[in-house]
């Protein structure tokens, strides 16, 4: 489950060692990963792992704050220069405002991005989009987000028919309830893309980085001439050797896009023509069951796990191996002699990395699913050995 690792980093380099001369634009339309107000989550697993969980906190009061008109648009511009800043913007804690989780006050709730970009990448079949961030190329993320009001749970309840059904098997809470619970959403609409363009030297992909970072942050809605310059800037200066991959969510109309001189203006008129009925949870927060208030509940998460730790770092160790192997497959790409039966071997590594961590997710209460098997050296068969005679 990929995106539980990478949240959506791209390897163009792996399936795809050639560049694309002639720049080439991919959409992926309408990537659905809506969270329901009251949902478990899992903080192990992620939104893939959480999206079918049960409704185990009532949803019945809500309340919203926000802007006087309830949307809002605009335009966030950076440049990726790691695996980190990737991550950081397709799925980086969002500050709500104060107060979001009445209950908590705020200290023991997590904010988070729907990852639109990575369930839109997993529903495309062209294998060559499931890729990492390579040094050799520069990155410009662009992001344009209509965004409504923000609902919240204004009251924390968990409901004596839940409380009956999981006495009689605590080990089911986790299964089927999580960790924690989604306690707000904010719903709208989101383009999310990114531009990949091949530099000639890494001073040319530091020049490019700065100008990115100088012209970086939220723009106005007035802003599109000034985005388009950015990505203009980027292309010219590359000689055009780019290619821009899109994912889109909640808007409204026809999104066609023929090249990336046009995406700004389709990604506006996308997100613009977004209605409450068109659009999707686009940010989620989600809080601690030990923040409601009942006596009955406290009693029964004492008797569950939700600590997890032994998994924690289970799942924690294959997500850090995966990574170096990411860093590797870098390394054999950028290097000057044929390195495909190593770049092969490194991906028979991740892909059993990745079982690994499934594995672990699916089933965390089994002793043996988050932990490895002996896969030290093993002797000859008929080789015993006996400790020393005295």
């Known amino acids: 489950m990929r995106n539980l690792i990478t949240k959506a980093l791209l390897t163009w380099q792996v399936a795809s060692p050639t560049l694309l001369n002639a720049q080439e634009l991919s959409v992926f339309a309408d990537a659905n990963l809506d969270l329901r107000m009251g949902q478990g989550y899992t903080t192990i697993g992620g939104v893939e792992y959480s999206k079918d969980l049960a409704n185990c906190v009532e949803n019945s009061s809500r309340s919203t704050f926000g802007d006087t008109s309830g949307e809002r648009i605009s335009i966030f511009v950076d440049s990726i220069t790691s695996t980190e800043s990737l991550t950081k913007n397709l799925s980086g804690s969002i500050d709500f405002s104060a107060g979001f989780s009445p ?3 705020g200290d023991d709730s997590e904010g988070k991005k729907v990852n ?34 923000t609902e919240i749970l204004s009251s924390f309840n968990f409901s004596d028919a839940n409380l009956e059904y999981f006495e009689k098997d605590p080990q089911q809470f986790y299964s089927r309830c999580g960790d924690r619970f989604v306690s707000g959403v904010r719903k709208g609409s989101e383009v999310v893309a990114i531009l990949r363009c091949e ?34 800037t980027i292309k010219t200066a590359t000689s055009n050797k780019c290619q821009m991959l899109v994912s ?9 896009v023929k090249d990336s001189d046009g995406f700004v203006s389709s990604a506006i008129r996308y997100v613009g023509a977004s209605t409450q009925s068109t659009a999707r949870a686009i940010d989620f927060i989600t809080t601690s069951y030990y923040a409601i208030l ?22 924690e160790t294959k997500k850090n191996s995966i990574y170096e192997m990411l860093s590797l497959i870098d390394l ?36 043996v699913a988050c932990r490895d098997e002996n896969t030290g050296p093993r002797l000859p068969p008929g080789v015993i050995i006996r400790p020393p005679q005295k």
């Open 294 to 315: 009942n006596i009955g509940l406290k009693d029964l998460l004492d008797r569950v796990d939700l600590r997890l730790v032994s998994q924690r770092k289970f799942v």
């Open 116 to 149: 639109i970009f990575s369930a839109g990448i997993k529903g495309n079949q062209n294998n060559k989009y499931d890729l990492t961030y390579n040094s050799k190329y520069t990155y410009v993320f662009v992001e344009v987000r209509k965004e409504f009001q």
């Open 199 to 232: 530099t000639t030297s890494f001073d040319e992909k530091t020049t490019l980085d700065r100008f990115v970072k100088a012209n970086a942050g939220y723009k106005g809605f007035t802003a599109e001439g000034e985005v388009k310059n950015i990505l203009s």
């Open 332 to 367: 054999f790409g950028n290097s000057t002699v044929d390195q495909s039966d190593a770049i092969e071997s490194a991906i028979k590594s991740i892909n059993q990395l990745y079982m690994q961590i499934d594995r672990c997710l699916v089933d965390l209460y089994n002793p």
């Open 103 to 105: 209950m908590t006050g």
């Open 248 to 256: 889109a969510t909640g808007g409204s109309g026809i999104y066609d």
